[in-house]
């Protein structure tokens, strides 16, 4: 089975703007989990998706958003960018919840100026 | 509010000996626990995932137990190589609704 994917990889934004980033998971699974992680905070949920409905959210802002399509593939969305938004950020797949083995892509590598 | 450390934050050893990575975490009343690796600038790999009523779980070199009374898992590693150079986290499903990732234990191995 193809792994989990992401798109892009890298990314170079400036404040005030917005993006969009996007993850593939695993095929057959129905959870995905979306995580920023930065040398200061470490990793931190931001939110889990599973038939199409957020279930889950951790503490960020309401700038950060999310989706997930039918096909299970997922997006994430930053709206008014801030500097201290760069950060990679992962997603992660499983066949049904956070409770299962977390199957993470490569990630996303978001730098704002 | 559930809180996970690692200790050590970094560790540098030679080649073939045996290594445990600690994690502890404040609230006991957990569903699982996991381990993962993370090579430099790469996502996550999961190594090893124990259940709340598990003890240990083992995968070739790779062994971890899990406390869940003390709050506290160990990942062993037998035989070190180069190759497990690697940030190591483990994460802890506290309720359903998210995991919790400790600060992470930076390890290299060299020949």
């Known amino acids: 089975k193809a792994g989990v994917t992401q798109t892009p990889r890298y990314l170079i934004k400036t404040r005030g703007q917005q993006v969009t980033l996007s993850c593939s998971p695993i095929?057959?699974?129905?959870?995905v989990s979306w995580y920023q992680q930065t040398p200061g905070q470490g990793l931190q949920f931001l939110f889990e998706y599973f038939s199409e409905t957020q279930r889950n959210k951790g503490n960020f802002p309401g700038r950060f958003s999310g989706r997930q399509f039918s096909n299970s593939r997922s997006e994430m969305n930053v709206s008014t960018l801030e500097l201290g938004d760069s950060a990679l950020y992962l997603c992660?797949?499983?066949?049904?919840?956070?409770?299962?083995?977390?199957?993470f892509g490569p990630g996303t590598r978001l730098t704002v100026l | 509010k559930q809180e996970v450390t690692q200790i050590p934050a970094a560790l540098s050893v030679p080649e073939g000996e045996n290594l445990v990575l600690n994690c502890s975490f404040t609230?006991?009343?957990?569903?699982?626990l996991q381990w993962f690796r993370q090579d430099p600038g790469k996502g996550l790999t999961s190594l090893l995932l124990?259940?709340?009523?598990?003890r240990e779980q083992t995968s070739g070199r790779l062994n971890a137990s899990l406390d869940k009374s003390s709050g506290r898992s160990t990942l062993y590693i037998a035989a070190s190589q180069p190759g497990d150079s690697a940030t190591y986290l483990c994460a802890v499903a506290h309720n359903t609704d998210k995991l919790i990732f400790g600060t992470g234990t930076r390890l290299q191995v060299f020949p």
């Open positions: 609230d006991s009343a957990i569903y699982n």
């Open positions: 992660a797949s499983s066949p049904t919840s956070l409770l299962d083995t977390q199957y």
């Open positions: 095929s057959g699974h129905r959870s």
């Open positions: 124990i259940q709340s009523s598990q």
